[in-house]
């Protein structure tokens, strides 16, 4: 356990509908990356957050957004849901944002757009 | 470019065996090499992790060796078992406040009994 919670751990829905999905990341954790795994793209960095202000952008689509809270959990909102969609969804956590800080990956929710 | 290159796509070896996964990358700014395991239905989880002014690290049956020149890093699993059946992950990341990581497309190991 990596101490890293996401939820909800499945989610259907269907076309051009909005999810929103959870992460609260491990204890003392200030920095949260969401991740996409999808077979064709693999593993791709989505987005970060330090401490409640955005860090980083990698390959999100404008349809997706996310905040961090100031409790430190964050979400990801994704709207307009296209099939190509449907992917594993990983957030992750570390300590800061800089260095050599070893990322903890959640159990991913997985979402089918249908 | 950001890409990190890795091969074989799939992997099956006899227990005992000596599983090597290799992995390429040409942005000279990444500085930080992680492995990540990843067992179905869980996600990836750090296995070990090199930096480039170290040519070999060990860590109980796994090794990484690490070219800096040819780019080039290299995952070994000695004596396999079964119970590393899963895929793997090499990563990259570069100096910088964001240290995202950049991920190679993975590597399913099967290891027979």
């Known amino acids: 356990d990596s101490g890293v919670t996401q939820t909800p751990k499945h989610l259907i829905t269907a076309t051009g509908q909005r999810v929103t999905l959870r992460c609260s990341p491990r204890?003392?954790?200030?920095?949260v990356y969401w991740y996409q795994q999808s077979l064709d793209q693999g593993l791709q960095f989505l987005i970060q957050?330090?401490?409640?202000?955005?860090?980083a952008k990698g390959n999100i689509l404008e349809r997706f957004s996310a905040q961090q809270f100031p409790d430190l959990h964050s979400e990801l909102n994704l709207s307009s849901l296209e099939l190509g969609d449907s992917a594993l969804y990983f957030c992750?956590?570390?300590?800061?944002?800089?260095?050599?800080?070893?990322?903890?990956f959640g159990p991913g929710t997985r979402l089918l757009v249908l | 470019q950001q890409q990190v290159k890795q091969s074989p796509q799939s992997l099956i070896v006899q227990k005992g065996g000596i599983p090597i996964i290799n992995c390429a990358y040409e942005n000279t700014a990444f500085d930080y090499f992680p492995w990540y395991q990843q067992f179905p239905g869980k996600g990836p989880a750090l296995l070990i992790a090199?930096?480039?002014?170290?040519s070999e690290k060990k860590e109980g049956r796994f090794t990484i060796s690490f070219n800096k020149s040819a780019k080039q890093f290299s995952l070994h699993i000695m004596d396999s078992q079964p119970g590393d059946s899963a895929t793997y992950f090499c990563?990259?990341?570069?100096?910088?406040?964001?240290?995202?990581?950049?991920f190679g497309s993975g590597t399913q190991l099967t290891v027979l009994p």
């Open positions: 992750a956590s570390s300590v800061s944002a800089g260095g050599h800080q070893t990322q903890y």
């Open positions: 957050y330090y401490n409640g202000e955005e860090r």
């Open positions: 990563a990259a990341s570069q100096a910088g406040s964001a240290r995202q990581l950049t």
């Open positions: 204890s003392g954790d200030l920095s």
């Open positions: 090199i930096r480039p002014d170290v």
